[in-house]
């Protein structure tokens, strides 16, 4: 019997460090191969899987695969796209199979947040019962840093350090014309129920009284009283203040500060606006002249800054990912274990998938400080190797120098299209 292909797939929103992840995945394949035979990436993610679009990465130079390492985006393409429960829909679990089956792929490798360690886990099992069974390994990638068991998340060191630095810069700024001019600057970064971004901003302050002086986070809920006259304080003893604000702060019955009364593919309610919604706040209760940004897409796509602990740990979990299949693992994500010395460490170890699908992580309370504007030494202990060393992509021009795919499709071999 021939040997079994793979099948590569990019999920959510993607980051800084997503293709150190597929080019482990990729490398490690091309080692192995007397265990596996092509690897196929999906098309836009899942949806390529589901409509047949597959592209041969075989067809890719191993100097293309390498510079993976040090791409942003997603380079196959992502998707929010949430595949439906099995009562709900079983046709789409059946209709993977069936393009697995289609093309001898026997390993799935599945690269997202919460929501993808769910579908590789109902991949595994519905594979099994349907007499054709797929080795379904999750790798771990989410900027928002809340996933269970692993002691980080792929993406999350590298925003922590944009988020950081940006600050850390802006309120050099801000401070150098306080005095005639702006006081306020609030800096909207991602995090819809876990404050990790957020707080990973906080060490910019390496001393007493740097920026950012106020943090607002999602587990912490919004008291206007407090937040203003925190403000105020900040603006007398520094002349300024500037704020780091999570997208998905909240008040104390849940509602968001800023909803826009949307929601996402997945069914997320969809956010932005906190950092206006602060900003009017201030100007309204006090007066201050303020300006606000929204790192947005900047902050995940930020590769020129990228942490070097990231995009190692990424490239780390993809190629783990492919030797745990290659051992016969199966419903089982490549986790991130932090050594307990002094001097920072790390591991990779299996998690089983039950465990981790459909769990978020939020921020310790212990890591927060008790008035819920800062971020404690503990934090700080966390946060500060995951930001360390610098992994700069190779510049021609000026401009970085970023891998360009072929995306060469495969044939497709199933006569029936499937809609999306």
């Not at 592209?55 to 890719?60: A, C, L, N, R, Y």
């Not at 300006?291 to 070097?308: E, K």
């Not at 089983?352 to 008035?371: C, G, H, S, W, Y």
Request: glycine residues 10%; aromatic residues 10%.
């Amino acid at each position: 019997m021939a040997k079994k292909n793979a099948f590569y797939a990019q999920s959510g929103g993607v980051t800084a460090v997503i293709n150190a992840s597929a080019c482990g995945v990729i490398e490690t394949a091309r080692l192995h191969k007397k265990e596996i035979g092509k690897v196929y990436a999906g098309h836009n993610g899942i949806v390529g899987a589901l409509r047949e679009e597959l592209i041969d990465t075989s067809k890719e130079s191993a100097k293309t695969i390498a510079a993976l390492r040090h791409t942003p985006g997603g380079a196959f393409g992502s998707c929010r796209y949430k595949l439906k429960s099995l009562e709900q829909n079983q046709a789409e679990y059946e209709r993977l199979i069936e393009v697995f089956k289609a093309h001898n792929i026997g390993y799935f490798f599945y690269n997202g947040g919460g929501d993808s360690a769910d579908t590789c886990l109902k991949v595994s099992q519905l594979s099994e019962k349907m007499g054709y069974p797929i080795q379904a390994i999750h790798i771990p990638k989410t900027v928002d840093n809340d996933l269970p068991f692993t002691d980080n998340c792929p993406g999350f060191g590298s925003v922590a350090k944009y988020v950081g630095v940006s600050i850390k810069e802006a309120a050099l700024d801000v401070a150098s014309m306080c005095d005639s001019s702006t006081k306020i600057f609030i800096l909207e970064v991602m995090g819809r129920h876990a404050g990790w971004i957020a707080g990973a901003a906080g060490i910019a302050a390496q001393n007493e009284g740097e920026p950012p002086h106020i943090i607002v986070f999602p587990e912490i809920a919004f008291d206007k009283k407090k937040f203003l006259a925190k403000v105020k304080a900040s603006v007398k003893k520094h002349g300024y203040c500037a704020i780091v604000a999570s997208e998905g702060a909240r008040y104390k019955d849940g509602t968001f500060l800023a909803d826009s009364g949307q929601t996402d593919a997945f069914g997320h309610t969809q956010l932005g606006g906190v950092a206006p919604t602060l900003a009017n706040m201030i100007k309204s209760e006090l007066g201050y002249k303020y300006h606000w940004a929204l790192a947005d897409y900047l902050q995940r796509s930020a590769r020129h800054i990228a942490s070097a602990t990231d995009t190692e740990q990424a490239y780390a979990v993809g190629k783990s990912a492919v030797e745990m299949a290659i051992a016969g693992k199966n419903a089982v994500m490549p986790a991130i274990i932090r050594g307990k010395g002094k001097r920072y460490s790390w591991s990779i170890e299996e998690a089983p998938l039950e465990q981790v699908a459909n769990v978020e992580k939020m921020m310790p309370r212990d890591f927060i400080t008790a008035d819920g504007f800062g971020i404690t030494d503990k934090a700080r202990e966390y946060f500060a190797p995951l930001i360390q060393g610098e992994d700069y992509p190779p510049y021609k021009n000026g401009m970085p120098d970023y891998a360009s795919l072929k995306k060469v499709m495969v044939e497709k071999k199933l006569k029936k299209a499937f809609k999306v």
